[in-house]
């Protein structure tokens, strides 16, 4: 095994008591500090279960499946590391013990162990570590955040624990575990606990990790009493004991952390030089404009997800995005497509500015969705389709303005006589879901007379893909005929990518995402608009 860059450090996240205190927020703040120095950064995602990606996890369970340009199919956690950062990720920053097991597996049978018995120690350990030194090996990278998902003392963590615990070994101060855990408040007793916390890190000590740095996540403030009672316990310094107090915004959080001083700790204990003091002014001008927005302006989300808004993450947060710009706070409904109907359409859609259609698989509401678009062309609102609400507005078009009453997608209705979305011919013999979609990245050509044109400023874009259905170019002079233009092509196949309805204040269905491109420092300019003109109707 090759050895990393040789200043390159690694720092490892991981978390206790319970799961959902922020692990992915708290290393995306790091990284953010550690970037304003002037360091050059990456933040990676370990996670414990066994599926080879979260592209088929049920969105119920795990929340939004993020995808990198060069089309992983990963853990929403990427998108956090996005965001802050502003550098798109790639497949080797979200690693599954699945694929760790598959790797370790292949190998055995391609004979590289030489008949060896195959273990969790060395084998998987060793394929871990090889996981983790990548980025820093290829990229050279001063500073390689990696986060283990779960909780340790999971059985699911152990394997990546142990990983950790011989990187300390070989790294020494070129490698650093931070630790978050949670400082509960009891009402009844008017007290913070430190308790649980003492016993997480007692579970890292009897794996034989020992917590560099402790961020406690907490609703209280933490006094000196408690964080010196912590550092006691735990084997750290008091100046190690970070507390990471609840906020309104995850993008407080590095301005917290800033004042904190964790990534003073970080430079302190990993024996790297202060270079420059963290240059946040950009990132302060993005929280002053949304504490303090002008006007707020109403927008709808569609989808059949909305009762776990994880499964949307990246739309609401480009949404913040874009309404900072425009110095507006988009106050966002969440509508469950399952409960619309032509019955209750003027109810649940009033008041709104705009509303966007989400993406999604399966036939599970479509029908609320495909009457919402039809009250949102007919009254003028504005409309963003992405992905399946996209292929929604064409179906509601189909229907409605060109009189093809039984079109559909053969998604849906595989028997449909006017099939307006398709499968593409490539996919018809794929039966393993798996990684079988068009993945990531792909350009596309706009139509200089368009509106998109207007809105991106460019003829060519890139924009990330994850479907499988397309729109059929067979019906598209019918659409056009109509109204409803290809005002985006995808420039090596024809297929198309943004439709748009003429005559309409802001009517745009864009087959891809959209969304997971928008960054703090970069929000999508499809975004920006449609909060822009929803926010003057």
């Known amino acids: ?63 939004e499946c993020y995808v990198t340009e060069d089309g992983a199919e990963t853990d929403l956690d990427l998108g956090h590391y996005e965001r802050f950062l502003n550098i798109p990720t790639s497949q080797a920053n979200n690693v ?126 933490l006094n000196d009493h408690i964080r010196n009672k912590i550092a006691l316990f735990c084997n750290v310094d008091s100046s190690s004991v970070i507390e990471s107090i609840d906020t309104d915004s995850i993008y407080k959080v590095p301005l917290l952390m800033q004042e904190e001083k964790l990534d003073r700790v970080v430079l302190k204990k990993t024996k790297a030089s202060a270079k420059q003091p963290p240059n946040m002014k950009k990132w302060r001008s993005f929280i ?26 990246s739309i609401i947060e480009s949404l913040i995005h874009a309404g900072t710009v425009n110095n507006c706070r988009v106050d966002l409904r969440l509508i469950h497509s399952e409960h619309l109907s032509h019955d209750n359409l003027e109810d649940k859609l009033s008041g709104l500015g705009g509303v966007i259609v989400a993406p999604g698989f399966g036939d599970r509401g479509i029908d609320g969705k495909i009457a919402a678009i039809k009250h949102l062309r007919e009254n003028n609102i504005p409309f963003l389709g992405i992905c399946l609400g996209m292929q929604c507005a064409m179906v509601e078009f189909a229907r409605n303005v060109l009189g093809l009453a039984e079109a559909h997608s053969t998604e849906m209705n595989p028997g449909t006589p006017f099939p307006i979305i398709d499968i593409m011919e490539e996919q018809k013999r794929v039966h393993i879901k798996g990684g079988t979609m068009r993945l990531g990245a792909y350009s596309c050509r706009i139509s200089h007379s368009s509106k998109v044109y207007g809105i991106y400023g460019r003829e060519e874009i890139s924009e990330r893909h994850r479907h499988r259905f397309e729109v059929n170019n067979q019906y598209i002079k019918r659409f056009e005929n109509a109204g409803l233009i290809a005002s985006g092509v995808n420039i090596d196949s024809g297929l198309v990518e943004i439709v748009e309805l003429k005559g309409h204040p802001w009517f745009i269905g864009v087959q891809f995402h959209p969304e997971y491109k928008s960054t703090v420092d970069s929000p999508h300019p499809l975004f920006i608009d449609f909060v822009r003109t929803s926010s003057m109707i």
């Open 1 to 63: 095994m090759t050895g990393p860059k040789i200043n390159t450090r690694f720092i490892f996240v991981t978390g206790g008591v319970t799961s959902s205190l922020g692990k992915g927020i708290i290393s995306a703040s790091l990284a953010k500090l550690l970037q304003a120095r002037g360091y050059t950064v990456t933040i990676q995602k370990l996670d414990p279960y066994i599926n080879i990606d979260p592209g088929t996890l049920n969105p119920y369970e795990h929340g």
């Open 288 to 313: 002053k404009k949304l504490e303090s927005p002008r006007r707020t302006v109403n927008i709808g989300l569609v989808g059949k997800y909305v009762e776990l808004v994880d499964s949307y993450k």
């Open 96 to 221: 599954t013990t699945g694929r760790i097991y598959q790797s370790v597996i292949n190998k055995e049978r391609q004979g590289d162990y030489l008949g060896e018995t195959v273990q969790v120690i060395p084998h998987i350990t060793d394929e871990i570590k090889y996981r983790i030194r990548l980025l820093g090996d290829k990229n050279e990278y001063d500073f390689v955040i990696t986060e283990i998902g779960g909780t340790v003392g999971d059985i699911e963590s152990l394997p990546y624990v142990e990983a950790i615990r011989q990187m300390k070994w070989e790294l020494g101060s070129n490698c650093l575990v931070i630790h978050l855990t949670l400082i509960p408040y009891l009402a009844a007793a008017k007290e913070l606990k430190t308790k649980p916390t003492q016993h997480s890190v007692k579970t890292l000590l009897e794996y034989g990790v020992q917590p560099d740095i402790l961020v406690c996540r907490t609703e209280k403030p």
